[in-house]
């Protein structure tokens, strides 16, 4: 049973013997004439007072025992979800293009997060930080920032991670992620229409035979359609898209395409 219901089990434990002497005694008295109304008046109200002091009761001990922020309004006692906490880190993604990647973050970072490091190693092992951006300069939408590494080489899987610390000393680094450029082994040759209206067709190349999979994320990064295309041939292929078709808001999506352990993004955005 639930901290709720619990507490509503003991309000209604306390109210019943006290509903219970209103109705059996003091209700047929005021019918039958057998008391002035004042006298009447006077016991009702005594009588409801010990049922006010008792739910007042429970619900100052389900202010000071609830698992979560509780607030006692008037009469009136509700329980708050607590506030999402600050400066938490929602998504953390690398984007590989033809000869660069581009590493994408998102959070509800407040003001006390001054800048953010991205770190970037080869053997995921003796990161060193390769940009620092700054807190205020956004990559489009409000608290998303982004940075592009066009110091590559090919074939080789690159391991980033963020740090930013806090005006009060605290140290933060994010989960690592990794990326690698390789140019001869797929190509998206486009999403087209994009944007688009009603559906949009994905596009994409393979010079060699891979496990393939496509998944379509929103804004902050969660995957909200997957399509497992399994083991395929070298060649190319087209999967339709609809947002709206997939029970899905109109807007900005990005489209990961995994072959085996490497990936491909773009963009696309379909409009109502």
């Known amino acids: 049973m639930g901290f709720l219901s619990i507490l509503k089990c003991c309000i209604s434990t306390i109210n019943r013997p006290v509903d219970a002497i209103l109705k ?7 019918k039958k004439g057998k008391m ?15 049922k006010l002091v008792s739910v007042s009761f429970f619900l100052t001990l389900g202010v000071s025992l609830a698992p979560a922020q509780s607030t006692v309004i008037g009469n009136v006692f509700s329980i708050v979800s607590d506030p999402e906490p600050e400066n938490e880190l929602l998504s953390f993604q690398a984007k590989s293009y033809v000869a660069s990647i581009e590493c ?14 991205l770190q970037r190693a080869a053997k995921s092992v003796d990161f060193v930080t390769i940009a620092t951006i700054d807190r205020n300069k956004f990559c489009g ?23 930013y610390s ?18 001869n082994s797929i190509v998206i040759a486009e999403a087209s229409p994009n944007p688009y209206k009603d559906r949009t067709t994905i596009q ?4 060699n035979p891979s496990l393939v999979t496509l998944e379509i994320s929103n804004e902050i990064g969660e995957v909200v359609k997957r399509f497992q295309q399994g083991l395929q041939k070298e060649g190319r292929y087209a999967v339709p898209f609809s947002a ?29």
């Open 24 to 30: 059996r005694f003091i209700h047929p008295l005021r």
């Open 36 to 50: 002035r109304n004042k006298m009447i008046n006077f016991l009702q109200k005594r009588i409801c007072n010990i």
């Open 104 to 117: 994408k973050w998102s959070g509800n970072f407040s003001a006390s997060v001054r800048n953010f490091e």
């Open 141 to 163: 939408a409000t608290n998303t920032f982004c940075f592009e590494d066009k110091n590559v080489k090919d074939k080789i899987k690159y391991f980033y991670r963020l740090q």
């Open 166 to 183: 806090t005006n009060d000393g605290l140290v933060v680094h994010s989960t690592i992620i990794s990326a690698k450029v390789n140019s």
């Open 204 to 207: 994409y190349m393979l010079s």
């Open 244 to 272: 709206k078709e997939a029970g899905l808001p109109s807007g900005n999506y990005n489209v990961t395409v995994w072959f085996d352990d490497e990936s491909y993004q773009l963009s696309i955005t379909e409009t109502e």
